[in-house]
């Protein structure tokens, strides 16, 4: 796992962007396939990607996304259904083709074949190459709640009430907020070849502390990407300041950056 503490979200919406931006290069040929994250978290990393796609030419036209979950009983139009959301807040403004955008559908008659039938696709398309995370201030990624199994499959889970309030912000009422939804299961989400999980403000700091020093267990579920070859953990100073070995971090992140300079003179 490696770590880097930036100073806002905002520089740490250009380094996940870089990742990014490298997986769409070294995949060019194949069709990257990009597992992307909603909520705020990953806000800052995709309105550089839109920015780079205009002013610099950044393509996503070979590139088809998985979104993480969505809502059980929101239909794809609703204003808070993830499948909108991903929309507005990056697919329209990039040249991604609508139809390479996948999720699981809300609405299926019968969520649990849904379930299994989306990790399907994701399999057809080879699997995600990248994966972009955010994380509950409870440690939760995707929907995966504290005491999810960290094998888990994309399956229906039950919200828990932090995160219901948590994400009560986006609806009319804590009554609104629906309580189940399909969600890609710890054990998916482990497949990704490459991992970036972004989270800032001090509401994450625990989650954060857990995610990088706690022991692995479904009570931060986060926890099972110290499992994965190949996270990058990137976090603002607030979202930082309860890690302990926050100085070690750094430090070793000046010594990468060393000697990535120094082997490109
Ligand atoms: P946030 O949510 O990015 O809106 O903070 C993250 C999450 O709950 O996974």
């Not at 059980?72 to 507005?88: K, N």
């Not at 074949?113 to 440690?139: H, K, M």
């Not at 912000?169 to 939804?181: G, I, K, L, N």
Request: proline share 4%.
């Amino acid at each position: 796992m490696q770590i880097h503490i930036v100073q806002d979200a905002e520089a740490g919406g250009v380094v996940a962007a870089d990742a990014v931006q490298r997986v769409l290069e070294e995949q060019r040929a194949t069709g990257p396939v990009l597992g992307l994250a909603t909520g705020s978290s990953p806000l800052p990393a995709y309105a550089e990607l839109i920015r780079r796609h205009r002013e610099e030419g950044l393509s996503f036209a070979a590139a088809r996304a998985f979104l993480l979950d969505e809502y059980v009983g929101l239909p794809d139009e609703h204003e808070q259904s993830y499948h909108r959301f991903i929309r507005e807040q990056l697919i329209s403004a990039i040249d991604m083709p609508d139809e390479n955008v996948a999720s699981p559908d809300g609405t299926a008659s019968d969520p649990h074949a849904e379930a299994a039938a989306y990790d399907r696709r994701i399999a057809e398309a080879g699997g995600v190459d990248l994966q972009i995370l955010g994380i509950g201030s409870n440690g939760h990624i995707a929907f995966n709640e504290p005491g999810s199994s960290l094998g888990s499959r994309t399956r229906v889970v039950g919200l828990t009430r932090s995160t219901i309030a948590d994400n009560s912000r986006y609806f009319a009422s804590r009554e609104d907020v629906p309580v189940q939804a399909l969600s890609q299961g710890l054990g998916t989400i482990l497949e990704a070849r490459r991992i970036v999980l972004v989270a800032s403000g001090e509401n994450k700091a625990a989650a954060v502390a857990q995610l990088v020093e706690g022991g692995i267990s479904s009570r931060w579920p986060a926890t099972v990407l110290q499992m994965h070859p190949e996270v990058l953990v990137v976090v603002d100073e607030a979202a930082a300041s309860r890690l302990e070995l926050h100085e070690d971090y750094r430090h070793e992140r000046a010594l990468e950056e060393g000697e990535l300079a120094s082997r490109r003179r």
